[in-house]
């Protein structure tokens, strides 16, 4: 098992670039962050960066030291192939591995393989959605790596992903802001989902238009059925948000507490997308959201209040993960 480094310090040792899965004699890499003097074994939390399937790596998102390794979870961000290298559904057969193979470490490292959540932003939000909706029987690889294993996971947040490609142009607004930071920048302005060279016509393989049926099985939304038990959802988004609707994330929160499960949905005013990737995002204080908590199919909760965002993310782990 390749690790190139690792980094001590008073919280946090950070271990970097352990191999979890060869694909095509390409090294998928992660990079994992261990609490210290923390009880173990310590639950874990999955980050799949953004970046519209096409750009970016485990190092796009935030301080993961601080968010959350030096509270008490283990971090792990992987990486997973990239469009231009292999579509859809190669990215979610990475993902679902990668799940797998922190099962085979857990005990090496003093991690719950019990207690494991997936917190994904923009395209990686997609696949943390699409991998829990699909179930651990969906998108197996052929020759899958740690077969024997479930990629179930006990908790699920996701900021500003899309769940329904082909409802996304209609449902835009395109009077949004642009966040400062490095995914956003390099987003188009000028695209619709249903471009022939859109991210998400490239992820799926040819013109979103040209194959309904395979950007139907892209669609995480597609998977939730009638009695359909998932675990606990969180979902963020943007109401300034001028690359994923913020209606994609009401469609997804609907469709799961319609089946009687536990779920949140946070909009937030004044933020755009990729905001889950500043590490300061709540220096400046708390931000409205219109809030939406649904329980046992029962929504228990429909506010406006002002949230710390990073804050009520780790309150949603420590709700989920910790208190077994």
Not at 228 to 236: A, D, G, K, Q, R
């Amino acid at each position: 098992m390749l690790q190139s480094s690792e980094i001590t310090n008073d919280e946090v040792e950070i271990i970097y670039d352990l191999v979890y899965s060869v694909q095509n004699e390409k090294e998928l890499l992660a990079d994992l962050y261990i609490p210290k003097n923390s009880q173990s074994p310590v639950p874990v939390i999955i980050w799949l960066h953004g970046g519209g399937w096409r750009f970016g790596d485990r190092k796009l998102g935030p301080d993961f030291s601080t968010y959350f390794a030096s509270r008490g979870f283990a971090m792990v961000s992987i990486e997973y192939r990239l469009s231009e290298d292999a579509i859809f559904p190669a990215p979610i057969h990475d993902v679902k591995t990668a799940v797998r193979w922190v099962k085979t470490i857990a005990e090496t490292y003093s991690l719950d393989s019990n207690r494991i959540g997936a917190w994904g932003s923009s395209a990686g939000g997609h696949l943390a959605a699409l991998a829990t909706t699909s179930g651990s029987d969906e998108f197996i690889d052929e020759n899958p790596e740690y077969p024997d294993i479930s990629s179930e996971v006990q908790a699920v947040a996701i900021g500003y992903g899309p769940v329904d490609f082909l409802q996304m142009d209609e449902q835009n607004e395109k009077n949004g802001i642009i966040e400062e930071d490095l995914e956003s920048a390099q987003i188009p302005t000028d695209k619709k989902a249903t471009d022939p060279d859109s991210f998400e016509s490239l992820f799926i393989g040819a013109p979103i238009l040209s194959c309904p049926d395979r950007v139907k099985a892209a669609n995480p939304i597609t998977y939730i059925k009638p009695g359909m038990s998932l675990p606990p959802f969180l979902i963020m988004h943007g109401l300034s948000d001028t690359a994923v609707p913020a209606k994609q994330s009401e469609m997804l929160y609907k469709a799961i507490a319609a089946e009687g499960n536990d779920v949140s949905l946070y909009l937030i005013k004044g933020l755009g997308h990729g905001f889950l990737n500043r590490t300061n995002l709540d220096d400046d204080g708390p931000k409205l959201a219109n809030c939406h908590i649904s329980k046992d199919g029962v929504e228990t909760s429909n506010e406006e209040r002002a949230h710390f965002i990073f804050w009520t993310i780790e309150q949603f782990f420590v709700r989920t993960l910790k208190k077994f």
